[in-house]
Nanobody, 123 residues
C-alpha cells in the first residue's frame, strides 16, 4: 500500500507564506507525478498545481506566479510553496500522487491521496 502524509498547513495573514509537504511512503517503485488540489467549503475539489517526472509543471491560473511545486526525489516528498496568500486561498489542501506499483507479473500505476491539511488565510 502507498501512503501520503501532508503537513505544513495553518493560519496565516494575507500576504504571508506557507510551505506544504507531501511525504510518499509504502510499496512503490517510482513516482510519476505529484499534484496538489484544494477544496473550499461548499465547493468542488480543484487542481492547484501538478509536477510530473521530467520537469513539466502546471498551475491553476489563480495561483500562477505565487505558488511553486517541487519535489525532493531522495526523500520521496513533494512541496507546495505558497507566497502572497489571499483569503481566497483558504481551503483544505490535498496531495495526490501517481506512482508505479510493482505487481506479481510486472507493475501498474495507481493514484493515491493524502488526508488533507487546512490552510486558512485571514484578511
Amino acid at each position: 500500500q502507498v501512503q501520503l502524509v501532508e503537513s505544513g498547513g495553518g493560519l496565516v495573514q494575507a500576504g504571508g507564506s506557507l510551505r506544504l509537504s507531501c511525504a510518499v511512503s509504502g510499496r512503490f517503485s517510482s513516482i510519476n507525478a505529484i499534484a496538489w488540489y484544494r477544496q473550499a467549503p461548499g465547493k468542488q475539489r480543484k487542481l492547484v498545481a501538478i509536477g510530473v517526472s521530467g520537469g513539466n509543471e502546471d498551475y491553476a491560473d489563480s495561483v500562477k506566479s505565487r505558488f511553486t511545486i517541487s519535489r525532493d526525489n531522495a526523500k520521496n516528498t513533494g512541496y507546495l510553496q505558497m507566497n502572497g496568500l489571499h483569503p481566497e486561498d483558504t481551503a483544505v489542501y490535498y496531495c495526490n500522487s501517481n506512482v508505479r506499483v510493482p505487481t506479481t507479473y510486472g507493475s501498474r500505476t495507481g493514484d493515491y491521496w493524502g488526508q488533507g491539511t487546512q490552510v486558512t488565510v485571514s484578511s
